[in-house]
Nanobody, 122 residues
Framework: QVVLVESGGGLVQAGDSLQLSCAAT????????MAWFRQAPGKEREFVAS????????SYAPSVEGRFTISRDNFKNSVYLQMNSLKPEDTAVYYC???????????????WGQGTQVTVSS
């Protein structure tokens, strides 16, 4: 069973940038499709971005397209989310997730991290 640990969250101002990291231990994630989700207070969890096993295919929620970039480094067993031009509405707990049975994220992933808080002030 893989353990996913997110880091890099924090409090920033609107317009700032942050990079979230997701480090995997216990199992290599090179065979995993990976994704980032987020959940804001009082709202349902929503998809943010995903990346295929090999890293060649990525997809984004319309609300973050052009501002966020997902990437992976299979040698470091890690996935990243570069977030630029942050807005107050990006405030949420961000979760890293992955699934070894999927080449691309097409359903709810099997494995999840505990999340990291991102707060964007106006």
């Amino acid at each position: 069973q893989v353990v996913l640990v997110e880091s890099g969250g924090g409090l920033v101002q609107a317009g700032d940038s942050l990079q979230l990291s997701c480090a995997a231990t216990g199992r290599t994630i090179s065979s995993y499709a990976m994704a980032w989700f987020r959940q804001a207070p009082g709202k349902e969890r929503e998809f943010v971005a995903s990346i295929s096993r090999g890293g060649g295919i990525s997809s984004y929620a319309p609300s973050v397209e052009g501002r966020f970039t997902i990437s992976r480094d299979n040698f470091k067993n890690s996935v990243y989310l570069q977030m630029n031009s942050l807005k107050p509405e990006d405030t949420a707990v961000y979760y890293c997730a992955g699934d070894p049975a999927l080449a691309v994220i097409s359903t709810t992933p099997r494995d999840w991290g505990q999340g990291t808080q991102v707060t964007v002030s106006s």
